[in-house]
């Protein structure tokens, strides 16, 4: 009886040790970064290593924030914005039509459609920065906002597709019957009836359709030349020097590029797990 018991309640509480020792793991160099963004450079590389700053201070912040003339971030943040913003708006909107299409009509190759769209997730973004480069180069958008838009856009709209489309899928067919029969047409019973269903997917699509165009870096050092319509991902370069690396800076830059990203978390937290848990329930 005791044997069981015990094995009852290790079988509970080992996992939740395991994801504790996993939070810890994936919570650390989070935790370092902003630690070592308040030292000095001599306190970040002393021995032993201080896991909390002995003498606090926000001078990494303030250079970071003031050096202009190395990478100004205020409007680099602008920059992100526009970039994230746009490549939200268009991902969201294309990709809600798009999912309800494959969800709910009978297409012609819908499962190679499908397939090609899962098949994008999985190439890194090098494979497609010639062919988009080329691309961009002769539609002229190239040094514009546009160019790194429309490449994140072919990251997060694929993506979106295949979350949203379980979603779709998972809203009986009875739905649609009942509001064809109270006088929706499929586009006003699309718009009334179907995304405020699943409107926890699409609040998911735009969390991640933002993401992908904050987190972007390649694409915008591929596709843009101008130094002052890149987003703030990109400058990270400013704090390396000729002879060397402030770190410091380097972690001051970091808490604040990745602020946002947090933020957003914080605040989306119990959408983004819903979301991800309800939309994969069924493929």
């Known amino acids: 009886m005791f044997s069981y018991r015990f094995k009852r309640r290790a079988g509970r509480v080992i996992p939740i040790i395991i994801a504790v020792i ?24 002393a021995r032993p290593p201080y896991m909390l ?14 050096m202009v003339e190395s990478f100004p971030i205020i409007p680099s943040f602008k920059n992100s914005m526009v970039i994230s913003l746009a490549t939200m708006a268009i991902s969201v909107v294309l990709s809600t039509l798009a999912s309800y299409g494959l969800a709910r009509y009978d297409i012609k190759f819908k499962k190679s459609i499908i397939f090609l769209f899962l098949v994008s997730q999985m190439l890194p973004q090098v494979f497609t920065l010639v062919p988009n480069f080329i ?12 160019a790194p838009i429309f490449a994140n856009c072919t990251t997060a709209i694929p993506f979106s597709i295949l979350m949203l489309r379980t979603y779709f899928l998972n809203i009986p067919k009875e739905v649609d019957d009942a509001a064809l029969i109270d006088g929706c047409n499929p586009l006003t019973s699309f718009f009334r ?3 405020p269903i ?5 609040v998911v699509s735009f969390v991640f359709s933002f993401l ?21 991902t990109t400058g990270i370069y400013n704090v390396v020097g000729r002879y060397g690396i402030e770190w410091s800076r380097a972690m001051a830059f970091g808490c604040l590029a990745v602020a946002p990203v947090v933020i957003i978390f914080l605040l989306m937290q119990r959408y983004i797990v819903e979301g991800l848990a309800s939309g994969a329930v069924k493929g």
């Open 53 to 66: 700053p002995p003498h606090p201070t926000l001078n990494a912040y303030i250079s970071q924030l003031t």
């Open 135 to 146: 691309i961009f180069k002769h539609i002229g958008i190239y040094n514009t906002y546009w």
């Open 212 to 232: 992908f165009g904050y987190a972007d870096m390649m694409y915008s050092l591929t596709f843009v030349n101008d130094a002052s319509k890149w987003p703030v």
């Open 22 to 45: 996993l939070f810890i793991i994936m919570l650390f160099p989070l935790y370092w970064m902003f630690t070592c963004s308040l030292k000095t450079e001599t306190e970040i590389f």
């Open 198 to 202: 699943a409107s926890t997917g699409v």
């Open 193 to 195: 009836v179907m995304l």
